[in-house]
């Protein structure tokens, strides 16, 4: 079983050290999966549809825009994954999340289709990943000018999940 212990530092750029970190410790990629989701989709599906367009200072996200950058970021991740699974040595670009949010219209969607989309995606995410064997979960890409295993990924989605639960848990709401 692959767990983030298994991951060296030199299958990601030190920008995603943390993300890896927030990962749940000893478990497989699907199963920090399932553990961030189940945490994720908890806090967000407790949200009415006033509280989900809060923001806790001027220019900053709403709660629903936190929740598509997530789904943004895991669709950007898996697609890096497949690529590098596939053997794709083409060099992928970054992006920038602060272009992409204004862009996805988060605040007039109905938070209860944007869980049922985060909650469709997370399934494709754990078929996407339980599709790879070992070998495959060890090869290397690069994106935005650095080197990332497809395994990392995995967790990294994990992470990236869990440090906007807690931004969410710490500067958001409201009791």
Known sequence: MITKANISTNEYAPFYKGYIQLAPEGLSIEN???HSFEAFFNYFSALSETQSLYSYA???????????????????????????ARNDRTELPGFEQDDYVPQSFANSKK????LEEYESLRQSTI????????????????????IMSVRALGFVI??????????CKERYLLD
């Open 58 to 84: 001027p220019e900053k996200w709403t709660l629903k825009e936190v929740l598509v950058h997530c789904i943004d970021t895991e669709r950007i991740m898996c697609y890096r994954a497949l690529r590098f």
């Open 32 to 34: 920090a999966l399932k």
């Open 111 to 114: 938070l209860i289709d944007l």
């Open 127 to 146: 078929h996407l990943f339980n599709s790879f064997n070992d070998e495959v979960l060890a090869r290397t890409g690069v994106a935005n000018g650095n």
């Open 158 to 167: 994990s992470g990236h999940e869990m440090h906007h639960l807690n931004v």
